[in-house]
C-alpha cells in the first residue's frame, strides 16, 4: 500500500534557527503533496499546497517566506520553518496524493516541533 | 480556514456501546473521508465515501454520504478500548478538484472497559 515516510518524528530548535521536515512517498510518485499545521487537541489546518517543479500555493494567512516548501522530486516534499520562534511549536503533518489510487490521500507520521 | 462543523467534540462511553459522530457543512462536497488519530500519529484513513447517499462499512464502522452532499456521519458499533482516538471527518470542495481536504474539529473518543 501507499506508504508516506515523515521525517523527523521530533526535533527541538533554538529560537531564531531553521528546521526541515522531510515528507517522503515510498512506493508511489506524488505530483501533489499538502503540508498540515496541528495545534494540541485542535483540527488539522492546512498550511500550502506543494507541487512538484512548481511553487507551492499557500493558504491564506500563511507567511511563503517563513515556511518555505521545496517539492524536487516525484517522491519528494520539504518543508523548512525559518527563524523558527515558540509560536511555531506544533505538530506537523505532511499527506502524499497518490493519483494510481482509488483513495489519494497517505499521511505520514508526523513532526512534534519544539522551539525552545 | 474553512473547517466542517463536527459533533460531538468528545464522547466517553462504556466498552460495548455504539456509537455515532456526524459532520455538516454549508459547502457542497464531492467526498467524504473518516480518520482515525492517535496520539502523535498521523491520521488513518477509515472510510472513504464518494457518491451522495452511498453508505459504506469498514468491519464495526459504517458511514453515509448525506444525499445533500453537506453532511455524512460514522458509526462504530460495539465499541472495544482500542477505539480510543480522536475521528476527523475531511471533505474534499465541489466543484473544482483541487485536492485540498477540509478538516472537521475531531470527535475525542473513550472508552471505559
Known amino acids: 500500500g501507499a506508504v508516506v515516510s515523515q521525517h523527523p518524528s521530533r526535533v527541538i530548535c533554538k529560537s531564531g534557527t531553521s528546521v526541515k521536515i522531510e515528507c517522503r512517498s515510498l512506493?508511489?510518485?506524488?505530483?501533489?503533496m499538502f503540508w498540515y499545521r496541528q495545534f494540541p487537541k485542535q483540527s488539522l489546518m492546512l498550511m500550502a499546497t506543494s507541487n512538484e517543479g512548481s511553487k507551492a500555493t499557500y493558504e491564506q494567512g500563511v507567511e511563503k517566506d517563513k515556511f518555505l516548501i521545496n517539492h524536487a522530486s516525484l517522491t519528494l516534499s520539504t518543508l523548512t520553518v525559518t527563524s523558527a520562534h515558540p509560536e511555531d511549536s506544533s505538530f506537523y503533518i505532511c499527506s502524499a496524493r497518490n493519483n494510481r489510487a482509488s483513495y489519494g490521500y497517505t499521511f505520514g507520521s508526523g513532526t512534534r516541533l519544539t522551539v525552545v | 480556514g474553512q473547517q466542517l462543523n463536527q459533533s460531538p467534540q468528545s464522547m466517553f462511553i462504556q466498552e460495548g456501546e455504539d456509537v455515532s459522530m456526524n459532520c455538516t457543512s454549508s459547502s457542497i462536497f464531492n467526498t467524504w473521508l473518516w480518520y482515525k488519530q492517535d496520539p502523535g500519529e498521523g491520521p488513518v484513513l477509515l472510510i472513504a465515501l464518494y457518491k451522495a447517499g452511498e453508505l459504506t462499512s469498514n468491519g464495526r464502522l459504517t458511514a453515509q454520504f448525506g444525499i445533500t452532499r453537506k453532511d455524512s456521519f460514522l458509526n462504530i458499533s460495539a465499541s472495544i478500548p482500542s477505539d480510543v482516538g480522536i475521528y476527523f471527518c475531511?471533505?474534499?470542495?465541489?466543484?473544482?478538484?483541487?485536492?485540498?481536504?477540509?478538516f472537521g474539529q475531531g470527535t475525542t473518543l473513550q472508552v471505559k472497559p
Open positions: 475531511a471533505g474534499q470542495l465541489f466543484p473544482g478538484n483541487t485536492g485540498k481536504l477540509i
Open positions: 512506493d508511489f510518485q506524488a505530483t501533489t
